[in-house]
């Protein structure tokens, strides 16, 4: 996994593409981070933990997780008593999500930096 273009793609292209919140930004990396990052396909996530890590209540955790799993970041595998089993879907995995390399336009950093007040 290229981690480097991943979050990229997670922050130019996932994030406001399926116009995820700020509660569901800290959930998707924190779902990211104890999955994918450990180069695990899913994790058993209880949504009391989860909640008290992102500091948002239970019920919220809940809400967020079905929305996210509508919005196709996420896919809640199983639920039981123990919690729910999550994939973490990656913005190359979501059709149509991420532009071909060929079709990212360019960055200029220097641009950027005039217009910031950075020289």
Same mark, same amino acid.
């Given at each position: 996994?290229? %981690?480097?273009? =991943?979050?990229?793609?997670i922050?130019?292209?996932?994030?406001?593409? %399926?116009?995820?919140? =700020?509660?569901?930004?800290? %959930?998707?990396?924190?779902?990211?981070? *104890?999955?994918r990052?450990?180069?695990?396909?899913?994790?058993l996530?209880?949504?009391?933990?989860?909640?008290?890590?992102?500091g948002? $209540?239970?019920? $919220?955790?809940?809400?967020r997780?079905r $929305?996210? *799993?509508?919005?196709?970041?996420?896919?809640i595998?199983?639920?039981?008593?123990?919690? *729910?089993?999550?994939?973490?879907?990656?913005?190359?995995?979501?059709?149509?999500?991420?532009p071909?390399g060929?079709?990212?336009?360019?960055?200029?950093v220097?641009?950027?930096?005039?217009?910031?007040?950075?020289?």
């Amino acid at each position: 996994m290229d %981690l480097e273009r =991943v979050v990229k793609d997670i922050e130019d292209h996932l994030m406001p593409g %399926l116009k995820l919140d =700020v509660i569901e930004r800290a %959930l998707y990396h924190y779902f990211f981070r *104890h999955t994918r990052l450990l180069g695990k396909e899913t994790g058993l996530f209880p949504l009391l933990p989860v909640a008290s890590a992102v500091g948002i $209540s239970e019920w $919220s955790a809940r809400e967020r997780v079905r $929305s996210m *799993h509508q919005k196709g970041c996420i896919r809640i595998e199983e639920r039981n008593k123990n919690g *729910h089993v999550i994939r973490i879907v990656l913005p190359e995995e979501i059709p149509g999500l991420v532009p071909d390399g060929a079709q990212r336009p360019a960055i200029d950093v220097e641009s950027l930096d005039f217009f910031t007040g950075r020289k």
